[in-house]
């Protein structure tokens, strides 16, 4: 009889053994994580005849992107052409997470109304000659996407984005 209960113990003790570290990494695999972002050096436009979020049709641009655990990475935006040229300005605002649901790094408004109450303003602007330069960072890997709205005006503004590691 004892011969009986140490084996039923070593058969549950090997099941264990294997079921623990299986399931483990069976759910480690199926958990979408997001690669850290490669350089980006790319030009986008668009124009726009409102400058509110909640204005389902504004022309919005994004950048999302991935910083790996212990990098830096520096996000510039530099506007090249602006409606109304020296007094034209775009708020930068950011969402804690990646979201690239857009089509080349412009989507309209209405396509961020499911994280709307997640993006939050910040302090900086993008003005022609004032570019926006924020370094991103920490100990552990973590992802954003910068939103702004193309600025009202009809006319067409251009902005020059550039992603690139620094140490």
């Excluded at 299986?22 to 199926?30: G, H, I």
């Excluded at 552990?140 to 251009?158: D, I, K, L, M, N």
Aim: net charge neutral; with cysteine.
């Amino acid at each position: 009889m004892n011969k009986v209960k140490i084996l039923g113990f070593v058969a549950i003790l090997a099941m264990i053994i294997v079921a623990v570290p299986t399931s483990y990494f069976m759910d480690f695999s199926l958990t979408p994580t997001q690669v850290p972002t490669k350089e980006m050096n790319f030009t986008v436009s668009g124009s726009s005849d409102c400058l509110r979020f909640l204005n389902s049709s504004v022309s919005t641009i994004y950048v999302p992107f991935t910083v790996a655990a212990n990098e830096n990475w520096q996000l510039t935006i530099n506007c090249t052409k602006m409606p109304g040229g020296a007094n034209g300005y775009a708020d930068i605002y950011l969402y804690s997470g990646y979201w690239d649901s857009g089509v080349n790094n412009t989507c309209k408004s209405l396509d961020l109304y499911p994280i709307l109450n997640a993006i939050q303003p910040t302090d900086h602007q993008v003005r022609l000659g004032n570019p926006f330069v924020e370094t991103y960072g920490g100990s552990t890997q973590r992802s954003y996407t910068v939103f702004f709205v193309v600025p009202p005006g009809g006319q067409q503004a251009t902005f020059h984005i550039t992603y690139k590691q620094v140490f």
